[in-house]
């Protein structure tokens, strides 16, 4: 059964920078269009970033010109470099497919914002 685990997060002043990662536990076809999820408290867990399987990109406007998604087919791992980060961005954020499949959620990695 696949799983996604999440790795990479923190506490980082606004302006900061982290990289995400995402490392799929077992096989997945490469041709999956994969995506960056976040869910902030009291929130519905939002699509930020999408990568398919040729590098086609496409960014939530909030997060547009900040956040970069990338994934390596041969690792099995996506990445999400997210800078100028903003006390908005804190959230738990997730990978999966996309559109996800509600057996592939992690646990997420928190990303906190803050000075």
């Known amino acids: 059964q696949v799983q996604f685990v999440e790795s990479g997060g923190g506490l980082v002043q606004p302006g900061g920078s982290l990289r995400l990662s995402c490392v799929a536990s077992?096989?997945?076809?490469?041709?999956?269009?994969m995506g960056w999820y976040r869910q902030a408290p009291g929130k519905q867990r939002e699509l930020v970033a999408v990568?398919?399987?040729?590098?086609?990109?496409n960014y939530a406007d909030s997060v547009k010109g900040r956040f970069t998604i990338s994934r390596d087919n041969a690792k099995n791992t996506d990445y999400l470099q997210m800078n100028s980060l903003k006390p908005e961005d804190t959230a738990v954020y997730y990978c999966n497919k996309q559109p996800p499949a509600y057996d592939y959620w992690g646990q997420g990695t928190q990303v906190t914002v803050s000075s």
């Open positions: 990568i398919t399987n040729n590098g086609r990109t």
């Open positions: 077992g096989s997945i076809p490469s041709f999956y269009t």
